[in-house]
C-alpha cells in the first residue's frame, strides 16, 4: 500500500473506516466535478470531489484526494454543477400539503373575486365532492382587507358545504350551509380557545377563528388512509423536486404516524421524516406514555417531539398578546390553556421523555410557554432541545431567557416577508422590536432551526433562505428589507436549512452536513448561492436530490 501522502488523507481514510472498508459486493459512487460545500464544525468548507458507500459519506476533498481514497468506485459526473447538503424544513404539515395539491389552493389570491372565481371553478370540477374544501385565502392581500363572509360564498356555492382554511391554519371561512351544518347561530357561544366572528346584529358571519373552527370542520367526512397515503406520496414528490431531503411534521395523529411507520417499512420514504406527537390530549397521553422513537441509521422515521398550541396567528387576530390589537382594541388574541394547564401538558412531554415543541406567535404566548418550560426543565434538568414553534412576537426582555433556558427557535423566515403588510398595524411599531428577531437570537447563541410552515408558506426553501437574508418578498420588497437589522448571513440561513435543523430533531450526527459517517443527502442546483446577488437566490433550481447516496428527483426525468 502507498503510503499516506498526508495527514488530511488519514483522515479521510479513517473515514473510509468509519462507514465500512469499500468492498466489492457494495457499490462505491465517487462524484466529481462539482463546487460543493458543506459545514465542516463551524464553517463551510468547499470540494470538488465526494465519495459516498452504502448511503453514506467516506470522504470530500479535491478530485485526486478521492479518486486516492477510492480508485474502483463507480464516477458519478456533476457536470460542474454546485452541492449543497439536503435541505431540511423544520416545521411543517406533509399531509397538508399533500391535501392542498388535490383541493381548492386560495394561495396568492389578490382579490375576493379572485378566490371566489378559484372556489367556482374547483366546484364546477367537482360536482361529485359533497363537500368543498380548500385553503390559502388571506384578507391581508386584498383591496378590502376585512374579513370575508359567508354571503360572498354563497354567491358561488350554495348547494352544499364549503370549508377554507386561512392561510395561517388559524380561521376558517364557510358558507352558509357549513352554518347550518354545524348548527353556528346567534346563540352559539364561543368555545375556549376560539372565536365566532359575528356582525353588529351577532348572527355568525362565516369566519371561525381557531377552536370555533371545529363547530364545522367536525362534519368534513374523514380522508381514507389510501387517500391520506396518496397526500403523503404527493408532498414528498414535491418536497425533493424543491430539494428537501427532511421535515419536522408539525403534529401528526396516530393514524398518519401509523402510515409513516408502514410506508418506512417498505423502504418507500423517499425523505426523512421527524414527526411530532399532535397535542396532549385524552386520545395522545397513551401513545406519549410510550416514549420517543429515537433516530437512527436504519430508518427514516422518527419521533422526538410533542406540538402543543398555546395561540392562534397574527393575520387572524388569535395570537395572545400583552396589550390588544392596535387595530381591534377589545382584542388581545385567544390563549388556548391557561398557565396550569399549559404547565401540564408542557410536563407530560418532558417527563415521558419528548422534546416540548409549543407553538407560540404572540408575546402573551411565548411568555406563558417560556414559564411553562422554565418549570419542567427545572423538573427535569437532564431534558434538552425544548423548542417553540414560531416565536414570532416575543416581548424584548423576554429574549434572552431563550438562551438561558438553552430552547430553539423554531422560526419561519417567509412569515416575516409574508406578514410585514399587516404586523405594525396589528400590533404597533413598539412591539416589532422583538418580532421576528432572527439576528438578535443567533447573537445571544440561541440556535434557529428554520423551516416554511408549509402549506401556510410555500415549500421552496430557497425562499426562505432569500427571505432571511434579505428580508424582502418574492419581488424585492421593501428597499433595503423589512426590519432589515434582524437580517441573516447567507451562511446562517443555509445552516438554519440545514445542520441547526437537524439539531432540533436530534439527527445531527445522522444526516444535515455531509461530512465522513452521515447520510449522503445532497442536491445539485443551478447556480452558486455565494456568487450571486442575494436577490436571485429565491431563483435557485434544484437540479437533483439525492437522498442517502441515491438519485430520487431530477429535471431531467420530470420533463414530459
Known amino acids: 500500500?502507498?503510503?499516506?501522502?498526508?495527514?488530511?488523507q488519514l483522515l479521510l481514510w479513517v473515514g473510509l473506516l468509519l462507514v465500512g472498508c469499500v468492498a466489492?459486493?457494495?457499490e462505491t459512487l465517487r462524484i466529481e466535478s462539482v463546487q460543493g460545500y458543506t459545514l465542516s464544525g463551524e464553517d463551510w468548507i468547499s470540494f470538488e470531489s465526494m465519495v459516498m458507500q452504502d448511503g453514506k459519506v467516506v470522504g470530500t476533498g479535491t478530485t485526486d484526494e478521492m479518486r486516492e481514497l477510492a480508485p474502483e468506485a463507480t464516477v458519478v459526473d456533476g457536470q460542474g454543477r454546485v452541492m449543497l447538503p439536503g435541505l431540511i424544513d423544520a416545521h411543517a404539515h406533509v399531509v397538508g400539503l399533500g391535501q392542498l395539491l388535490t383541493q381548492v389552493d386560495l394561495t396568492g389570491a389578490t382579490s375576493l373575486d379572485e378566490t371566489l372565481q378559484r372556489v367556482e371553478q374547483y366546484a364546477i370540477e367537482n360536482p361529485e365532492s359533497p363537500w368543498i374544501v380548500g385553503r390559502g385565502w388571506n384578507q391581508e392581500l386584498w383591496e378590502d382587507t376585512s374579513f370575508p363572509t359567508a354571503q360572498d360564498l354563497d354567491q358561488v356555492v350554495n348547494d352544499r358545504p364549503v370549508f377554507l382554511s386561512r392561510i395561517d391554519g388559524h380561521a376558517a371561512w364557510v358558507n352558509s350551509v357549513a352554518l347550518q351544518q354545524g348548527d353556528v347561530t346567534r346563540e352559539t357561544q364561543d368555545p375556549v380557545g376560539g372565536r365566532v366572528i359575528r356582525d353588529d346584529q351577532g348572527d355568525p358571519t362565516g369566519i371561525l377563528v381557531d377552536a370555533a373552527e371545529t363547530y364545522v370542520a367536525r362534519f368534513i367526512p374523514q380522508e381514507s388512509p389510501e387517500q391520506i397515503e396518496e397526500a403523503i406520496s404527493l408532498a414528498i414528490q414535491e418536497m425533493l423536486s424543491l430539494g428537501i431531503t427532511g421535515v419536522h411534521d408539525a403534529g401528526v395523529s396516530q393514524g398518519v404516524w401509523q402510515i409513516f411507520q408502514d410506508l418506512d417499512a417498505k423502504g418507500e420514504l423517499a425523505v426523512?421524516?421527524?414527526?411530532?406527537?399532535?397535542?396532549?390530549?385524552?386520545?395522545?397521553?397513551?401513545w406519549i406514555a410510550k416514549g420517543p422513537v429515537e433516530p437512527s441509521a436504519s430508518s427514516r422515521l422518527s419521533l422526538t417531539?410533542?406540538?402543543?398550541?398555546?395561540?392562534?396567528?397574527?393575520g387572524s387576530r388569535g395570537a395572545a398578546m400583552l396589550e390588544p390589537y392596535d387595530d381591534?382594541?377589545?382584542?388581545?388574541?385567544?390563549?388556548?390553556?391557561?398557565?396550569?394547564?399549559?404547565?401540564?401538558?408542557?410536563?407530560?412531554?418532558?417527563?415521558?421523555?419528548?422534546?416540548?415543541?409549543?407553538?407560540?406567535?404572540?408575546?402573551?404566548?411565548?411568555?406563558?410557554?417560556?414559564?411553562?418550560?422554565?418549570?419542567?426543565?427545572?423538573?427535569?434538568?437532564?431534558?434538552?432541545r425544548h423548542r417553540v414553534e414560531h416565536a414570532q412576537v416575543?416581548?424584548?426582555?423576554?429574549?434572552p431567557r431563550f438562551a438561558e433556558l438553552g430552547?430553539?427557535?423554531?422560526?419561519?423566515?417567509?412569515?416575516?416577508?409574508?406578514?410585514?403588510?399587516?404586523?405594525?398595524?396589528?400590533?404597533?411599531?413598539?412591539?416589532?422590536?422583538?418580532a421576528y428577531a432572527w439576528r438578535t437570537f443567533l447573537d445571544q447563541g440561541t440556535i434557529i432551526a428554520a423551516g416554511s410552515d408549509f402549506p401556510v408558506e410555500p415549500v421552496n426553501p430557497f425562499y426562505g433562505i432569500h427571505a432571511s437574508v434579505?428580508?424582502?418578498?418574492?419581488?424585492?420588497?421593501?428597499?433595503?428589507?423589512?426590519?432589515?437589522?434582524?437580517?441573516?448571513?447567507?451562511?446562517?440561513a443555509l445552516r438554519a436549512f440545514t445542520l441547526d435543523a437537524a439539531y432540533a430533531a436530534k439527527s445531527e450526527t445522522l444526516y444535515g452536513s455531509l461530512e465522513p459517517g452521515k447520510m449522503a443527502d445532497f442536491i445539485l442546483i443551478d447556480r452558486d448561492p455565494f456568487q450571486i446577488p442575494p436577490s436571485e437566490l429565491d431563483n435557485i433550481v434544484v437540479l437533483e436530490t439525492w437522498v442517502e447516496g441515491k438519485n430520487v428527483f431530477s429535471q431531467e426525468s420530470t420533463r414530459p
Open 1 to 8: 500500500m502507498k503510503p499516506f501522502a498526508s495527514f488530511f
Open 24 to 26: 466489492p459486493q457494495s
Open 272 to 286: 426523512h421524516i421527524n414527526a411530532m406527537v399532535g397535542g396532549v390530549t385524552d386520545q395522545t397521553r397513551p
Open 305 to 314: 417531539g410533542v406540538k402543543i398550541y398555546s395561540d392562534g396567528a397574527l
Open 328 to 384: 381591534e382594541p377589545e382584542n388581545r388574541g385567544l390563549l388556548f390553556y391557561d398557565q396550569s394547564e399549559m404547565n401540564e401538558q408542557v410536563l407530560t412531554a418532558v417527563s415521558n421523555g419528548f422534546q416540548a415543541n409549543v407553538h407560540a406567535i404572540g408575546d402573551a404566548a411565548n411568555r406563558q410557554v417560556l414559564d411553562a418550560l422554565e418549570e419542567a426543565i427545572n423538573a427535569y434538568p437532564e431534558s434538552s
Open 394 to 399: 416575543v416581548a424584548v426582555e423576554d429574549i
Open 407 to 434: 430552547l430553539i427557535a423554531s422560526m419561519q423566515p417567509t412569515h416575516a416577508t409574508s406578514d410585514k403588510n399587516m404586523a405594525q398595524d396589528r400590533i404597533g411599531a413598539e412591539r416589532l422590536e422583538g
Open 470 to 492: 434579505t428580508r424582502q418578498d418574492r419581488n424585492d420588497e421593501p428597499p433595503g428589507g423589512w426590519l432589515s437589522d434582524e437580517a441573516m448571513t447567507l451562511r446562517e
